[in-house]
């Protein structure tokens, strides 16, 4: 399978499961007010602190991913927010799935990286809505100026990858269904 058809083939067989996240999610009534932002940003915490770790042991590789790991802006978020180190500490986690192998690693970083595009829609909403910019919208900023980069060597890695296509697509959709789960419980 040719790069390209690999990024295609996770775009059409994710959609489904793509499209039940974000409705499900209520991102515009859960971001109305501060305490639903915050309660939002605490849920987000628990799955990257929990799935960041298991991506990057799978992947294998820190000088790709280590840049790519969000759960950093997201504690400066919630203690921009108010919450204390001792706070963030105590979130709760989600439990990441098994991930065999760089295959499903990049299924599950495609969930994960694609996130940092749509976010920065819900971000200029944030910012519109409470004037937030810096700590407090790190998270929904992205890699900043460099998302589109991100994405672009994303790609370029995923074009490259001449794993298990399945595989790929399998952990993508378990990794949209886990998200989707984890964020829409209380």
């Known amino acids: 399978m040719s790069a390209g058809a690999l990024h295609l083939r996770l ?3 994710t959609a489904s499961a793509h499209a039940a996240l974000e409705e499900e999610l209520g991102w ?13 940003l605490a849920r987000l915490h628990g799955f990257h602190a ?5 991506i990057g042991a799978a992947l294998g590789d820190g000088a790709f991913f280590d840049s790519r790991r969000r759960v950093g802006a997201l504690d ?5 927010l108010g919450l204390s180190a001792q706070d963030i500490a105590g979130l709760p986690r989600a439990r990441p799935i098994a991930l065999g192998g760089a295959a499903e690693a990049m299924g599950a970083l495609y969930v ?3 996130s940092t595009l749509g976010g ?5 909403h ?5 004037g937030l910019a810096g700590d407090g919208l790190a998270y929904y900023s992205g ?15 995923l074009e490259a990858f001449d794993g298990d296509g399945d595989a790929v697509v399998a952990a993508a959709n378990a990794t949209f269904d886990a998200m989707r789960m984890w964020l829409k419980a209380p």
């Open 112 to 114: 994960l990286e694609g």
């Open 76 to 80: 400066r978020d919630l203690g921009f």
């Open 120 to 124: 920065r829609v819900i971000g200029r």
């Open 11 to 13: 775009r059409a067989a």
């Open 143 to 157: 890699h900043a100026a460099g998302t589109g980069a991100m994405w672009s060597a994303f790609r370029t890695r």
């Open 28 to 40: 515009e009534a859960r971001v109305a007010t501060l305490d639903g932002y915050r309660g939002l």
């Open 126 to 130: 944030i910012m519109a809505t409470h």
């Open 50 to 54: 929990a799935w960041e770790p298991a």
